[in-house]
């Protein structure tokens, strides 16, 4: 969650660094994403890193990398020095979360395992949205900068907490495992249909989930004349609700309720709603009740498809790479989703943003499809 802050501090302060940076529509929507683009190139390969490397090693190097880069970037006096710090952010922010899940199902009881994989899921909804709410209070009659340093100081508490309580648990240390070549689990993993599944169906989620999550403050204050403090509480109160969807995805599959209609269920609804919240002659209210909507019900799918992993992974050790090829497949979504949509928007006007929103829905809902034929095709006797 504290690794999200530095997703989160950013949507609210887009509107500040514009102004203060000279930022055009193209580059707000690359400072949005570029925390992801790390991910979007190695994330599989950071997985399998730290299968070697150390996962507790791992977290407290990323927490490092998040602080370091938040506090040299408030200090940046261009958008393309900015720019910089928000890749090394990336690295730190996927270093953290690729490495966590394996500690976490170390440290829970079997019995506890998919109920503490379920509240993984809400780690971004949770801490973006955590830091949204805090950058609402800070930013009026202060900058953007601002939102940096606290980033940085929780990054910084986090580090000394880890390094105080994590660093001294011996069941956290590496475990001595017999591995193939870094390659062969990946080109292992990359050719098998599953996890190449998953990681296109949560590509296409995150590519319209940032889409309108991170475009949302400026929507608000230039079409609907918002200030920006009212922006960014919104805001993160409209990315908070996720939270309650990734929790819902596994009460609803407890219940019995298929992986496929999860999926496809959420993204063919959610569809219509997010065209909505940027088509033109929708009353202001209703806009806003569609975007809390479209980001609750939304929010089943990474709840779905984090527990679809040892399912489809080809053999239980490579669950970390497939996590990884998730991940990869998600950060290219968000790194991909803002810059089209300010692409659209500054091409043909907000209601064209609609035309990403339902064809990255559209993806999601497809792959939902094959992951449901190739379940029944693995698991049938």
Not at 204 to 233: D, H, K, M, N, Q
Request: charged fraction near 10%; proline fraction near 6%; hydrophobic fraction near 55%.
């Amino acid at each position: 969650m504290v690794a999200a802050f530095h997703v989160g501090k950013v949507p609210p302060s887009i509107p500040s660094i514009r102004e203060e940076l000279g930022a055009s529509l193209r580059q707000a929507g690359w400072l949005l994403s570029t925390v992801n683009l790390i991910t979007a190139l190695a994330g599989m390969a950071i997985a399998l890193t730290a299968d070697r490397f150390g996962h507790r090693r791992l977290v407290l190097l990323g927490t490092a990398l998040c602080f370091a880069a938040s506090l040299g970037g408030a200090f940046a006096g261009s958008v393309d020095t900015l720019l910089i710090g928000r890749v090394v952010e990336g690295l730190g922010f996927i270093a953290v979360t690729v490495a966590l899940p394996t500690l976490l199902l170390r440290i829970a009881s079997p019995s506890d395992q998919r109920f503490v994989m379920t509240l993984w899921t809400s780690y971004m909804p949770a801490g973006a949205g955590s830091m949204m709410l805090i950058a609402a209070v800070v930013l009026p009659g202060t900058s953007w900068r601002v939102a940096w340093l606290v980033a940085s100081a929780a990054s910084a508490l986090m580090l000394a907490a880890l390094l105080w309580r994590a660093l001294p648990r011996r069941e956290l240390d590496p475990l001595p495992v017999s591995r193939r070549p870094v390659l062969h689990e990946m080109a292992e993993v990359a050719s098998t249909g599953g996890p190449l599944a998953i990681a296109l169906c949560f590509g296409a989620y995150s590519c319209c989930w940032f889409a309108v999550i991170g475009f949302l403050p400026t929507l608000l204050i230039e079409r609907l004349g918002f200030a920006t403090s009212a922006a960014a509480i919104i805001t993160a109160l409209v990315t908070i609700v996720n939270v309650g969807g990734n929790l819902a995805a596994g009460w609803l599959m407890h219940r019995g309720m298929p992986r496929v209609a999860v999926i496809a269920g959420a993204a063919v609804s959610m569809a219509f709603c997010a065209a909505g919240v940027f088509m033109d002659g929708v009353p202001d209210l209703l806009r806003l009740v569609l975007a809390g909507v479209y980001s609750a019900v939304i929010g089943v799918v990474p709840g779905a498809l984090f527990t679809a992993l040892p399912v489809h992974a080809p053999r239980p050790e490579l669950v970390g790479a497939s996590t990884g090829l998730l991940m990869q497949g998600s950060n290219i979504g968000a790194l991909l989703g803002p810059p089209i949509t300010g692409a659209l928007v500054a091409s043909g006007g907000w209601p064209a943003a609609a035309r990403l929103t339902s064809a990255a829905l559209a993806i999601a809902a497809a792959a939902g499809l094959f992951l449901h034929w190739r379940e029944r095709r693995k698991l049938s006797p």
